[in-house]
């Protein structure tokens, strides 16, 4: 990376923070929520029903333990269903639950109600879905610091 970069990339990192933060402010008395950490995590479940615990704590980039005692809250929320493996019963899936399902459905369209009033071109959304997409997988793929 040269040294012209570094100022564009703290600012696309600063963006992302900013947009992000008017995001989760939007929500706030709409949908259910808990720790953002718990959101990341429902949402990866969401998209992955099925998910194993060390799939979904690897992808999320969370340790361990953050990543278990978040799941805890949302099963005790009743957001979240752990099942055995029907072919290796030492492993745990995770499933989203209807009542989960129902507080995503609402934050999809808490979500989109936002947006749709700040990017009203198609194809700007599709290219930034697909920008936001590559640095998602790359910084997923990345090892965590302090991870051998």
Do not use: C
């Amino acid at each position: 990376m040269n040294e012209e970069e570094t100022p564009r990339l703290f600012e696309l990192a600063d963006l992302i923070l900013a947009v992000s933060r008017h995001i989760g402010a939007s929500k706030e008395g709409e949908v259910e929520s808990g720790t953002p950490l718990e959101g990341a995590v429902m949402r990866y479940i969401d998209r992955n029903p099925g998910t194993t615990a060390g799939a979904a704590a690897e992808a999320t980039q969370m340790i361990s333990s953050n990543f278990a005692r978040a799941v805890r809250r949302l099963e005790k929320a009743g957001l979240v269903r752990r099942e055995a493996d029907q072919h290796d019963a030492r492993r745990v899936l995770l499933y989203p639950t209807e009542k989960a399902q129902e507080n995503l459905q609402r934050l999809r369209e808490v979500w989109s109600h936002l947006l749709e009033e700040a990017v009203t071109d198609s194809d700007e959304i599709d290219a930034v879905i697909s920008t936001l997409r590559n640095i998602e997988t790359r910084l997923t793929a990345r090892p965590r610091p302090g991870a051998r």
